[in-house]
């Protein structure tokens, strides 16, 4: 079992299965060979040194030797682990023992940066054995690194299928295949390696631009701020969320989520988004969460400094209209509407404050206008409702033509 999760380079999975056969093993160190390359792999390198120096049958011997050439080429004593491995290769040339030789020379070239000799000595043996998962891992690194990129999808593809949880290899081919807009197969590797690991913040990173590319901000902004919670260096994520930190916050806002979207704004100088148009959103969240007075002394600072925005105006209404402040309220409705008469809204929430200072006639046209223009239809029943409970208090009352019935009409 062992033997298969290390082919398979399932080093996680393998270190638990060795320590349990440990225990059984006893004191056959033989049996432990695998478990040695396990905790070589892994960094457990005093478990591994402990089996290594067990194994004392000549039998054993090329075991030791390829351990010891490991441990060597860990410690960057490439002179010795060199000695080791050319004095192994001339006596297992040819051999199945060669070739694992051959790949350990090519690892250890990969260390010390000569990758070339490395990427040749990988070629022989994915020449010699397809099987090799290593020598073509290898490989593709190779390739990535000179941008040969056709080349390096064949030899990562070839990784996944030899080594079924390498989350580096569907990785890479999923950045690959985003960087050439193919974004189906872009998404079905970064999907295996979500599943591989939630957490990891490159792969969160690059959904997002997946899901950017698709044109689906509010997932690509989801997987951002994954990767932004979890590695606070995150530079494509902040750089992104700076981007895009408004989307962010204006979808909590339209699902409800005042909370959310509170803390998105606040998250939001963090990563340097310094949009004046926080200050709006923000007062927007405080007047939905019925802070008024905070939330009126946001919409004005904004208001003040950008007077032609219709939906400042409207909100700053509201506020006043909760706060009994009928006057204000009023005037700022109307600044709405001059700005922007064709939404439905601003005459809505105008005639409430038509009501509240007992103005019904001038009321009923607002209603009227809103009834007209209102497209979302939950609002539109209101305002139908509101019209006709008015029409009724008014009846025979607005014979004389008002002047906002006029200016609506002209609207």
């Known amino acids: 079992m062992v033997r298969t999760l290390l082919d398979q380079n399932r080093l996680d999975e393998a270190v638990p299965v060795c320590r349990q056969f440990e225990v059984l093993a006893g004191n056959r160190p033989e ?27 000549p039998e054993f011997a090329f075991d030791q030797q390829m351990l010891m050439a490991y441990a060597y080429i860990d410690r960057k004593q490439y002179d010795k682990a060199r000695e080791i491995l050319n004095e192994l290769e001339k006596a297992h040339k040819g051999t199945a023992k060669g070739l694992k030789v051959q790949e350990l020379l090519a690892e250890m070239y990969e260390n010390m940066g000569r990758l070339d000799t490395a990427a040749f000595i990988y070629k022989q043996l994915v020449g010699d054995d397809p099987s090799r998962a290593r020598a073509h891992w290898g ?14 999808i064949v030899h990562l593809i070839k990784t996944t299928e030899l080594w079924p949880t390498h989350m580096a290899s569907r990785f890479n081919l999923g950045v690959l295949y985003l960087s050439q807009d193919n974004l189906a197969d872009a998404g079905r590797w970064l999907a295996e390696s979500y599943k591989l690991n939630r957490a990891d913040a490159g792969v969160l990173e690059q959904l997002g631009v ?34 895009y930190y408004g989307k962010l916050i204006d979808r909590a806002i339209e ?76 005037k700022y409705f109307e600044r709405a509407l001059e700005l922007q008469p064709s939404y439905g809204m601003n005459y809505a929430w105008y005639a409430w404050v038509l009501e509240k200072t007992g103005n019904f006639c001038d009321a ?14 939950r609002e539109l029943i209101r305002a139908t409702r509101r019209l006709a409970s008015v029409n009724r208090r008014t009846q025979g009352k607005c014979d004389k033509v008002t002047t906002s019935e006029v200016d609506g009409a002209e609207n």
């Open 31 to 57: 049996a432990m060979i695998d478990c040695a390359w396990v905790y070589y792999r892994t960094g457990r390198f005093e478990a591994a040194e402990q089996i290594r120096t067990k194994l004392k049958s």
């Open 139 to 152: 490989l593709a690194r190779h390739h990535l690194s000179r941008r040969e990129n056709s080349k390096a």
């Open 210 to 243: 997946l899901f950017e590319k698709k044109g689906q901000f509010g997932d690509a902004l989801k997987y951002w701020q994954k990767a932004l919670d979890i590695n606070k260096k995150s530079e494509v994520a902040r750089s992104k969320l700076k981007l």
């Open 255 to 330: 699902e409800n989520d005042y909370a959310r979207a509170l803390l998105y704004l606040e998250n939001a100088a963090s990563v340097g988004n310094n949009d004046p148009r926080n200050l709006l959103r923000r007062g927007i969240i405080y007047r939905n969460q019925r802070k008024y007075e905070k939330a009126a002394g946001d919409l004005l600072a904004y208001l003040n400094a950008h007077p032609e925005d219709p939906e400042a105006a409207r909100e700053l209404g509201i506020c006043y209209l909760n706060m009994s402040l009928f006057k204000d309220a009023g």
């Open 364 to 377: 009923r046209t607002a209603w009227s206008r809103a009834a007209e223009l209102i497209k979302d239809e």
